[in-house]
RNA sequence: UCCUCAGUAGCUCAAUGGUAGAGCAUUCGGCUGUUAACCGAAGGGUUGUAGGUUCGAGUCCUACCUGAGGAGCCA
């Protein structure tokens, strides 16, 4: 007997075929039963009637509880009527476990709430909406690689474990290493990338980071996932240029191969259709004259705020690209603008629709002795940087780089409140289980 | 760390300081085209914890715990 996944059923209209999956809703009428089963691939809605059927096959089915697993075998045939556009008439029933009524799978069809959700989170994946967002994700990402692979970029991973801070300033998860060796988790592969740039030209780390913030809103987990490109002979106008090709591209593959899931989320396509490219650009110095005439406390020199951001994503219909922000406020790397040294060669790229930041990135420093100049005003200590430095020794060049978040592009791309729907467990600053 | 809000049945929520309830889920019954099906019935409670006020507290007060939204910080 042909095993199946339902994605694909429509190959098999007329087929007497097998499905395993697990009964994700179950409708019952007399003599006639609505079992609807999933696999992972999609939801078959089948049609079970007592008069087909042996008795006892007929009753398994009537008394089944959600989310039991089973194969179901039957003729596969196209019904309008049916949610996925194809039916299958049962013919046989093989239940593998019955998940017993005395605890039946807690999460009903009805509405939950997220305290409740996010303590089921284990199976609440396997629910309609959650699992669209996961494909989506799967997409965004591989897009990515698929977008980098064939632009001439090497997949270089960097170290999770780090002996330093990348950027000083925010707070890293500090864990023991051995004996009592302290190490952290890295919040950014940037410095390690700049030293695989040099070796391999271009490059990119794809993994997760890590970041002690206690930031408690819809934007922020402490475990996230960052694809971080880095050129060697490359400046601000390249990672411009690329991170928004990037970003078109993987907009335009989550449109042509996400369709559905993009339905079951209910997401205004015409919103994601208009990512296209040119990207509007301001200069940082633009920016924060557009948000006080909007009304924002913002002044010059200062970082933007969450409602910043959202006032700033939320006048275009597309990622808008502020450069050129402060030195004063960026990490120690930045290249400065020759002609203006107080503006930092740095770009971020933030989303419509409120979504915030979801590309940050810049032309770093090539100079040992203004990068040597830069830790010291930074108080970092020296000899952890050694290395770093060592880049600037031999055959330093201009170079530059971004990195992009993974789960604020999905949340965009899916619509989402919250990018805690965007990872199969999100790390938070209250959550860590399960 | 700070601000705001919330914790009542497995879940989502009601309940003037005066007998703790509904829908869903579960079980039983009915229904041959259901779309979060529908109709009938049953079982299901230490109202987050500890104190306090009161004749009487789910409701008011205090502290704590847990969670949510946000600020700062950040992708």
Redesign the pocket.
Known sequence: MTRITIADAGRHVGETVQIPGWLY?L??????L?PQVRDGTGIM?C?A???ALPEETFNALR?L??ESSLIVTGRIRE?Q???GGY?MDVEGVEVLQRVA??E???I???????????DQRHLWIRSRRQHAILRVRHEVIRAIRDYLDSHGFTLVDTPIFTPAAC?G??TLFETKYFDDDLVYLTQ?GQLYNEATAMAFGKVYCFGPTF?A??????????E?W?VEPEMAYATLDDVKQVAEELIVYVVGRVVENRRQDLATLERDLSKLESVQSPFPRISYDEAVKFLQEKGSEIQWGG?????D?TLLGEAHDRPLIVDRFPAA?KAFYFQPDPERPEVALGA?FIAPEGY?????GGQRIHDPDLLLKRIEEHNLPREAFNWYIDLRRYGSVPHAGF???V??VVAWLCGL????ETIAFPR????TRP
Request: net charge neutral.
């Open positions: 809703n409708r019952r009428s007399g003599k006639i609505f809605q049609v009637q007592k008069n008394h509880t959600q019904e009527r049916a949610p039916e009524e005395e039946p799978y807690p009903t069809p009805k509405e939950h709430g997220i305290e409740f959700l996010m950027e300033t925010t950014s970041r913030e206690r930031s408690k809103t819809r934007r922020h987990l402490t996230f960052m970082d933007f705020g969450g409602p951001e406020i971020d915030g930041e979801i590309v940050g990195g992009m978040g789960e604020r409140e919250h990018v805690r938070m600053l209250y959550r």
